[in-house]
């Protein structure tokens, strides 16, 4: 049975939404719970064959589970996120003796089983976490193939869809499947036709174009000169017919870690925390730049020499190509790198100026350069020629990961905004390299930059460089 509703010219049918589930959705609970189950049967064995006791057998696995259901390790806001995954994973672990010991104290009064389960909480963590690492990664490579992803529409103004659709085109393998868009100004409708998303209708048309396509998620963005009554409207519209209702930030390069809402009065505030980049925050990152660094220089100083020798007999010149480079503050310093050009190389730039492949920004790139040596094509496919900038991230001039070290000349052309890059060190590797390097506008470049400025982490250094090898091996913008 439906009941009609009309309220303000808007018919709304009202009924028991049959929920779209996102189709992996299901399955992947399943494996984790396998999963975790399995892990508790390990871990327990473990501890057996340590102590000799089998209680803990026929606890453990009950109770991680248990535990992980507290933690909501199994909620749809976590499953397939990796890092929160990962947070609530190590959260059990750390409840698990807390849980054991009230069990102990209420229950059992079993000193011995209260020991293994304290026992029991590193093994089962460290089984789970590369689990969930594996069924992350496979669901993944099902997203990057096209299967199991959610159809998609997008809500909203053109330039806002334009924006957002570029930030999530870069994050590689994800679960939204764009299927279109319904605008809040049609007219504009060829903006996000350039883009590959077909424009499906005005706001008016949402409803129809969930059922006809089978919609599973609706992400909508604020529409300029609209009141709140607008998005609640959409809301609704998405209860009805059981889709998720996703409401994207008006800030797309901020990362959940530095969201939180707060309601005042009964209104959700979203609050932003500012980045931290005070000098204390940043000490375990420089001691990991350093030492990680020198214990590179150590281990690679037979090649980096043989590299200098064979672009010595290449060609004539000096085996290193020092320049004057731009980094934290703009303070200046000597970068070096191995020499990948001729030795008048800088003489010849004004003649392949309008070979530039970035001619919307301030870098200077060109595809197939005259300028590079036989030796040097190799070095810059595979990133060899940045070898020597250890030796500046050792002194304290550079770090591993950063924004890409611009030259002064350009700093001197910076808007107050693009300034910002300056805040942090620049690196050996960034957001830059692993999303396409010199293939990136200007434009994109700078987007990387001050996005990785803003939600800068120990946690987000660890993950460019783990990326940063596999962006090596494509060599793709490298040139």
């Not at 000193?111 to 992350?136: N, T």
């Not at 060190?425 to 692993?434: S, Y």
Request: proline share 6%; with cysteine.
């Amino acid at each position: 049975m439906t009941i009609e509703v009309t309220h303000e010219h808007v018919v709304v049918e009202r009924r028991i939404p049959q929920s779209r589930r996102r189709r992996w959705e299901q399955k992947y609970r399943i494996a984790l719970l396998l999963a975790d189950g399995l892990a508790g049967v390990a871990a327990a064995f473990l501890i057996h064959a340590a102590y000799g006791r089998w209680t803990v057998a026929l606890v453990l696995p009950p109770a991680w589970i248990v535990v992980m259901f507290v933690h909501r390790s199994y909620h749809r806001s976590a499953l397939g996120l990796g890092g929160e995954e990962y947070r609530r994973v190590l959260r059990g672990a750390v409840a698990l003796p807390a849980l054991a010991a009230v069990a102990y104290w209420l229950f059992t009064h079993d000193s011995g089983l209260l020991h293994d389960m304290a026992m029991a909480a590193v093994p089962v963590a460290a089984i789970s976490l590369p689990v969930r690492y594996i069924l992350r990664r496979r669901l993944h490579r099902r997203w990057a193939r096209g299967r199991d992803r959610s159809a998609t529409l997008l809500v909203g103004p053109s330039h806002g869809i334009v924006e957002l659709s570029a930030v999530l085109r870069r994050g590689g393998a994800q679960e939204l499947q764009v299927a279109g868009v319904c605008l809040s100004d049609p007219e504009n409708a060829a903006r996000t036709r350039t883009l590959g998303m077909p424009f499906l209708g005005g706001l008016g048309d949402m409803n129809d174009v969930i059922r006809a396509l089978g919609i599973s998620t609706v992400v909508a963005l604020p529409v300029p000169g609209a009141d709140a009554s607008v998005l609640r409207r959409m809301s609704w519209t998405a209860a009805v017919q059981g889709v998720d209702f996703v409401l994207a930030p008006v800030l797309t390069d901020v990362t959940a870690s530095r969201l939180a809402v707060r309601p005042t009065n009964g209104v959700p505030l979203m609050r932003i925390q500012a980045p931290d980049l005070s000098r204390i925050s940043r000490l375990p990152k420089e001691l990991l730049d350093r030492t990680l660094a020198a214990a590179l220089l150590a281990a690679l100083a037979l090649p980096m020499l043989l590299i200098a020798l064979i672009v010595r007999l290449d060609s004539s010149g000096p085996a290193l190509f020092r320049q004057q480079r731009a980094g934290r503050y703009g303070d200046h310093f000597t970068m070096l790198k191995f020499r990948t050009m001729r030795p008048d190389s800088e003489a010849l730039r004004a003649e392949l100026e309008h070979l530039n492949q970035n001619g919307d920004g301030l870098l200077f790139k060109v595809r197939e350069d005259p300028r590079i040596t036989r030796v040097g094509s190799v070095l810059r496919r595979s990133s060899l020629d940045e070898l020597p900038q250890l030796i500046n991230v050792v002194r304290g001039h550079m770090s591993l990961v950063g924004p890409r070290p611009p030259l002064p000349h350009e700093v001197e052309e910076y808007t107050p905004d693009i300034k910002r890059r300056l805040l942090v060190k620049p690196g050996l590797t960034g957001l830059w390299q692993i999303s396409g390097r010199s293939d990136l506008p200007w434009d994109e470049a700078v987007r990387l930059d001050l996005g990785y400025v803003d939600n800068w982490s120990m946690g987000l250094d660890l993950s460019i460089l783990v990326r940063t090898g596999s962006a090596v091996v494509r060599g793709t913008g490298a040139y």
